[in-house]
């Protein structure tokens, strides 16, 4: 069961941080080289399907994360004593462990804030705009935090391998 929790984590985070670095490095710079009559509706188009599938991650993630950190930091034992079962259990402390596991969780929250910030930004500039001649403007404010949201999710793919590596 551990390995399979692992294994789904490490593919959500390949599609997340995957889709966050391809969105910078491709999907943007070729909209920038349109002009903006065309490009919102692709921005749109693609941001619309990437939302679902990467905020589907980001839940997959936070499950399997905390299967895995259940799995790493408690000693458990199954007892059968006359057909009755009962679960002891003990916490396993790692220094080092416990160290990057803050690192990481705190490094987490920033990122869903800043993700979060960005969606919920983009969304009502999309809304406010919607039915208007012309292209809505930059929502520049969200493109930093989705910048920044990229940046933390590499810095989280380091920090996990720390994390299970030392």
């Not at 895995?68 to 079962?85: A, H, L, M, P, W």
């Not at 406010?128 to 793919?157: D, F, K, Y």
């Amino acid at each position: 069961m551990y390995r399979l929790s692992v294994w789904i984590h490490i593919v959500m985070a390949s599609i997340w941080v995957g889709g966050l670095i391809y969105t910078m490095t491709a999907v943007i710079p070729f909209a920038l080289s349109l002009s903006k009559e065309e490009r919102q509706p692709i921005l749109r188009g693609l941001a619309r399907r990437f939302r679902r599938i990467g905020w589907s991650a980001i839940g997959i993630l936070i499950i399997t994360g905390l299967v895995n950190i259940f799995y790493r930091t408690i000693d458990y034992q199954v007892n059968s004593v006359g057909g009755i079962k009962s679960v002891a259990g003990s916490i396993r402390y790692d220094e080092s462990f416990m160290k990057w596991l803050a690192v990481k969780l705190i490094l987490v929250v920033l990122m869903v804030a800043l993700m979060l910030f960005h969606d919920i930004t983009s969304l009502r500039d999309a809304k406010r705009h919607a039915g208007q001649e012309g292209s809505p403007p930059h929502n520049r404010a969200g493109s930093i935090a989705a910048a920044l949201a990229t940046l933390l999710a590499i810095i989280i793919v380091y920090v996990s391998v720390r994390l299970v590596r030392g």
